[in-house]
């Protein structure tokens, strides 16, 4: 952001759409988990379905507040057409974000290909783990749009809301990576 000298708005918007590619990974996850188990693909039937209408219920709509909060002129109202990706696209190409968004879906498939496929981590996880992971991500955009958007109203500047994000986000991903390595770790041993 700083090297760029980025607004704020497409730093949050990365943070959303690094919150899609988690949910669409989560539901791969939870599909190859553990294939020759019929007990979890009778569990698979009900937390597939679930997480992805509760979780992309709140991407949806958090996508909806980044865009119509931050987002500025021409896409404050985002919402309008709520199911409409042409916003997304449009501030993508706006602020040349390819090369971002390629890098952010290109490290988590490649954590997903090598570890989770490659190392058998498909067969150690579990379907209630993989189901609650990719909240903490939730939590910290909620409360960011929330908090930082009060912020930037009561301050005048939206960069509260991104310091808010970046504090949340260092803390729970370096907690949730590490809880996640010593897990399967311990799993392997």
Request: aromatic share 14%; with cysteine; proline share 5%.
């Amino acid at each position: 952001m700083l090297a760029w000298d980025w607004p704020v708005f497409p730093i949050l918007l990365l943070f959303w759409m690094e919150n899609v590619v988690v949910g669409v990974l989560n539901v791969a996850r939870m599909l190859l988990l553990d294939p020759g188990d019929l007990g979890t693909w009778a569990g698979k039937l009900f937390f597939v379905p679930f997480f992805c209408v509760h979780y992309g219920m709140f991407t949806l709509v958090h996508g909806v507040f980044v865009m119509a909060l931050f987002g500025g002129p021409g896409y404050e109202r985002a919402g309008d057409s709520l199911f409409s990706a042409d916003p997304v696209f449009r501030a993508i190409r706006e602020y040349n974000l390819w090369l971002p968004v390629a890098a952010i879906a290109g490290s988590h498939l490649f954590s997903f290909c090598w570890n989770y496929c490659l190392r058998g981590e498909y067969l150690r996880a579990l379907l209630q783990d993989l189901m609650t992971r990719p909240y903490a991500r939730v939590v910290v955009l909620h409360l960011t749009i929330i908090f930082g958007g009060f912020g930037a109203m009561a301050l005048g500047s939206p960069l509260w809301a991104l310091v808010l994000l970046v504090v949340l986000k260092i803390g729970i991903d370096l907690a949730a990576h590490i809880r996640e390595r010593n897990k399967m770790a311990g799993a392997e041993g």
